[in-house]
Antibody
Framework: EVQLVESGGDLVKPGGSLRLSCSASGFTFSNAWLTWVRQAPGKGLEWVGR??????????DYAAPVKGRFTISRDDSKDTVYLQMSSLKAEDTAVYYC??????????????????WGQGTMVTVSS | QSALTQPASVSGSPGQSITISCTGT?????????VSWYQQYPGKAPKLIIYEVSNRPSGVSNRFSGSKSGNTASLTISGLQAEDEGDYYC???????????FGTGTKVTVL
């Protein structure tokens, strides 16, 4: 079974840091590009960032609101992707999901169609 | 990068068809055929129901269909059922560094 499981969510003070983890199983993790999406309470989905595979130099891209504060990394030996968050703000309060794209045969939609999602982990930024 | 625009709510009676619009720009919906739709129940992760404008992933009901015209994409749910009640989000690949932009979300109510 293809699965993603996030962990690490917590209550953190403004200006603080937190690292989220997303562990994968059921697919070839090393080939996958992984995306983080967040959802503030009662709000819509927001793309946060993405990391490509090692063969694509583990290139990353970030949404403007988090660029320079968030860093996505991966450890293929552990089938895990990370979201390091620093200088956290109240507006970063959200459920954070990791997601993987849909693959139909050899055609993978890493950046435009997210088929596999984790259950989400809650990050609350408050004093 | 602004979110794609969706109606806040759409409702219909069981058995009816409803359509949800998703309006973007010439930098996202209008430029690429990489529009996806997601269904989300409260407290749950989103589920992919349409990709590449009109394709359904394996296992998704054929009551869901998608289309696009210019900068606006649409999701149609036919034969509306109680289980279709939930939130629906569109998304599109985009030329900006954001890569993927989501819609504002539509709450579907089955009357």
């Amino acid at each position: 079974e293809v699965q993603l499981v996030e962990s690490g969510g917590d209550l953190v003070k403004p200006g603080g840091s937190l690292r989220l983890s997303c562990s994968a199983s059921g697919f070839t993790f090393s080939n996958a590009w992984l995306t983080w999406v967040r959802q503030a309470p009662g709000k819509g989905l927001e793309w946060v960032g993405r990391i490509k595979s090692k063969t694509s130099n583990e290139a990353t891209d970030y949404a403007a609101p988090v660029k320079g504060r968030f860093t996505i990394s991966r450890d293929d030996s552990k089938d895990t992707v990370y979201l390091q968050m620093s200088s956290l703000k109240a507006e970063d309060t959200a459920v954070y999901y990791c997601a993987a794209g849909l693959c139909v045969g050899a055609d993978c939609h890493w950046d435009d169609a997210f088929e596999t999602w984790g259950q989400g982990t809650m990050v609350t930024v408050s004093s | 990068q602004s979110a794609l625009t969706q109606p806040a709510s759409v409702s219909g009676s069981p058995g009816q068809s409803i359509t949800i619009s998703c309006t973007g720009t010439s930098s996202d919906v209008g430029l690429y055929n990489y529009v996806s739709w997601y269904q989300q129940y409260p407290g749950k992760a989103p589920k992919l129901i349409i990709y590449e404008v009109s394709n359904r992933p394996s296992g998704v009901s054929n009551r869901f269909s998608g289309s696009k015209s210019g900068n606006t994409a649409s999701l149609t749910i036919s034969g509306l059922q109680a289980e279709d009640e939930g939130d629906y989000y569109c998304s599109s690949y985009t030329t900006t560094n954001t890569l993927s932009v989501f819609g504002t979300g539509t709450k579907v109510t089955v009357l």
